[in-house]
Structures are given as structure tokens and as C-alpha cells.
T-cell receptor
Framework: DVKVTQSSRYLVKRTGEKVFLECVQDMDHENMFWYRQDPGLGLRLIYFSYDVKMKEKGDIPEGYSVSREKKERFSLILESASTNQTSMYLC?????????????FGQGTRLTVV | AQKITQTQPGMFVQEKEAVTLDCTYDTSDQSYGLFWYKQPSSGEMIFLIYQGSYDEQNATEGRYSLNFQKARKSANLVISASQLGDSAMYFCAMRERTNFGNEKLTFGTGTRLTIIP
């Protein structure tokens, strides 16, 4: 069974804290993605990575950074959390074999910044 | 500019009726892929169906079919004989190459489908 695992289901952090959201996949996929999901806005792409140490900005990268030191792990970092980063965060992975392969999702992390 | 547009925030459909969820997209890529995902209240993302830009036939998977109109840049999801378990959020997504040649997956804002008994 393919698996994408996010380290936490729920997280509460204080404003200004540095926050790490971790995502691990066991499918040897090249591509990994971080999204945030907000009501009425759908899934918005924050960053994605196409190889170890390689990344590209998505549509809303401001306030976030990412790290991919190993192929299976993709971390999303909030350098200084703010209340407007309260959201559901979804990680996904997919192989880099063209456009006909679906992405697999983790269970999501609901982050609340207080 | 929005890459994926889903114009129906919510829909109510009688059980056993067919339903069409709209999706239009915008890309200058010749090779791209279109996906539909279902998200029930539990929050998991469930892959439903895929259509490649070069596929001449519309994709079908059980009760799901994708009405692909390339010239109109439209990829509507059709669910036949709807069931109560079809009540969920539905997202349309597109995979395309970025300017740097990497694969990016972009989603629409979703449609909340409610099936009425």
C-alpha cells in the first residue's frame, strides 16, 4: 500500500515560533508537493520539489520555505508563524514519469497559530 | 490568473440522478494531464479519474467519466446514478510543466456536492 505520512494531524503553535511540518513517502517518488487548503480557496500550491535538494516555488510561497535532504522526506518550514498561516496543510507525492500518474496525499496537518 | 476554474461552489442533486461538475483550465503546454479528486468529510484525497491531453477518448472509471473538450479547455466530471456516498468536495487538478521544465500540480477551488435522498 502506497503511503504518504505527515508527522502530525493537529498542531497548535504560537505567533513567531518556527514551525516544521514533515512529510515522508515510501514510494520512491521524485516529486513532492506542499499545499494549504482553506474554505472557498481550494488547494493552493506553496512549494514543490522534483529531486533531492531541488525545489520550485508554487503560487503562494511567501512566509514559507522547504527542505528536501533525502528523497523520501519533504519538510515545510514556517520561519515565524503568523495567525494567517492557520490552515490545513496537505503533502503529496508523485513519480516523475510524465503527466499520466496521480499524486498521493497524506492525511493532512491542521495547524492553528495563536 | 486562475489556472483551474470550478464555477460551482456547491451543488445539490437527487439520489440516482446524474451530475456534471464543471472544470475549465488554462495552459500553454501541449502535454498536460487533468485529474479529479474526491475529498469526503474525513479529509482524505481520493483519486477518481485522469485524462491526458493527447488522449482522444474520454476517460471512464466505473460511474465516473470525464467529458474532455480540448478546444474549449474543459474537463467536466460526470457521475452517473449518484449515491449518498458521493456527497463530498470534488477538486479538478492539472499537471503541467513549469518554465523550468518541472511538473507542477495545480488545483481548483472545488465543488461541494450534496446528494439528497
Amino acid at each position: 500500500d502506497v503511503k504518504v505520512t505527515q508527522s502530525s494531524r493537529y498542531l497548535v503553535k504560537r505567533t513567531g515560533e518556527k514551525v516544521f511540518l514533515e512529510c515522508v513517502q515510501d514510494m520512491d517518488h521524485e516529486n513532492m508537493f506542499w499545499y494549504r487548503q482553506d474554505p472557498g480557496l481550494g488547494l493552493r500550491l506553496i512549494y514543490f520539489s522534483y529531486d533531492v535538494k531541488m525545489k520550485e516555488k508554487g503560487d503562494i510561497p511567501e512566509g514559507y520555505s522547504v527542505s528536501r535532504e533525502k528523497k523520501e522526506r519533504f519538510s515545510l518550514i514556517l520561519e515565524s508563524a503568523s495567525t494567517n498561516q492557520t490552515s490545513m496543510y496537505l503533502c503529496a507525492s508523485s513519480p516523475a514519469t510524465g503527466t499520466n500518474t496521480e499524486a498521493f496525499f497524506g492525511q493532512g496537518t491542521r495547524l492553528t497559530v495563536v | 490568473a486562475q489556472k483551474i476554474t470550478q464555477t460551482q461552489p456547491g451543488m445539490f442533486v437527487q439520489e440516482k440522478e446524474a451530475v456534471t461538475l464543471d472544470c475549465t483550465y488554462d495552459t500553454s503546454d501541449q502535454s498536460y494531464g487533468l485529474f479529479w479528486y474526491k475529498q469526503p468529510s474525513s479529509g482524505e484525497m481520493i483519486f477518481l479519474i485522469y485524462q491526458g491531453s493527447y488522449d482522444e477518448q474520454n476517460a471512464t472509471e466505473g460511474r465516473y467519466s470525464l467529458n474532455f473538450q480540448k478546444a474549449r479547455k474543459s474537463a467536466n466530471l460526470v457521475i452517473s446514478a449518484s449515491q449518498l456516498g458521493d456527497s463530498a468536495m470534488y477538486f479538478c487538478a492539472m499537471r503541467e510543466r513549469t518554465n523550468f521544465g518541472n511538473e507542477k500540480l495545480t488545483f481548483g477551488t472545488g465543488t461541494r456536492l450534496t446528494i439528497i435522498p
